[in-house]
């Protein structure tokens, strides 16, 4: 299986486990019982500072809703339909791997604003409750979330968690869940060290050009 094809299955595995059927039909037959080790959306930052030769830092644009990240490889985007808070929409996960770090930042139109707040809350909820399942706990606070050009909403923000792989091995994730008018965010990392540098690289990326 493709790198991209597999990351996008460990997220919708994620997804399924926390969203009720956000899933269903779009991935029949996945193991409920995957737990939510990559934590909605999976991106990570292992070793290295932002400035080494490892990350290679290139724009990237999410698609029709004005929002643009950086990531540090060339990443693969893979689009489902899915079922999210109670709505069919495209879901988008543009995910790539730099130096044993998986880095990713997943998208949706929700279409109608009245399903954005439960959106947010899904995919909030899926991270900090299913990463490493029981096991998992809060991590210090990150610093709070800045989107230029992401519309206000008392949802968003950026989190912390330390969990656990399916394999148990011990990892940390910061994520942030934001929106810009009906379309929902979620840039994760996720990896066995978080190199600071990097994660405010990758978190300080996400803007919306004016």
């Keep these: 299986m493709p790198p991209s094809r597999a990351i996008f299955r460990t997220l919708c595995q994620a997804l399924r486990g926390a969203i009720r059927g956000a899933l269903h039909g779009a991935l ?3 193991n409920r019982s995957t737990t939510a080790a990559a934590a909605v959306v999976l991106t990570a930052a292992l070793g290295g500072a932002a400035c080494s030769p490892t990350f290679d830092w290139r724009e990237v ?3 029709a809703s004005g929002m643009q990240a950086l990531l540090p490889c060339r990443p693969s985007p893979q689009t489902r339909r899915v079922r999210l808070a109670q ?3 495209a879901l988008t996960l543009v995910a790539c791997r730099a130096g044993d ?3 990713a930042l997943a998208y949706a139109d929700m279409e109608d604003p009245a399903r954005v707040a439960a959106a947010l809350a899904a995919l909030r909820e899926a991270a900090q409750k299913n990463f490493g399942g029981a096991g998992a706990s809060r991590a210090p606070t990150p610093p709070p979330l800045k989107v230029p050009g992401a519309t206000p909403n008392p949802g968003a923000g950026r989190f912390a968690v ?6 148990g091995q011990p ?3 910061q994520y942030a869940v934001f929106t810009r008018g009906t379309w929902v965010f979620q840039a994760t990392c996720v990896g066995a060290a978080l190199p600071a540098e990097a994660v405010e690289t990758f978190f300080d990326g996400l803007r ?3």
């Design 28 to 30: 029949h037959g996945v």
């Design 61 to 63: 644009r999410a698609d």
């Design 87 to 89: 709505a069919e929409v």
């Design 101 to 103: 770090v998986t880095w």
């Design 162 to 167: 330390d969990g656990s792989l399916p394999d």
């Design 171 to 173: 990892v940390h994730a």
């Design 208 to 210: 919306a050009p004016t």
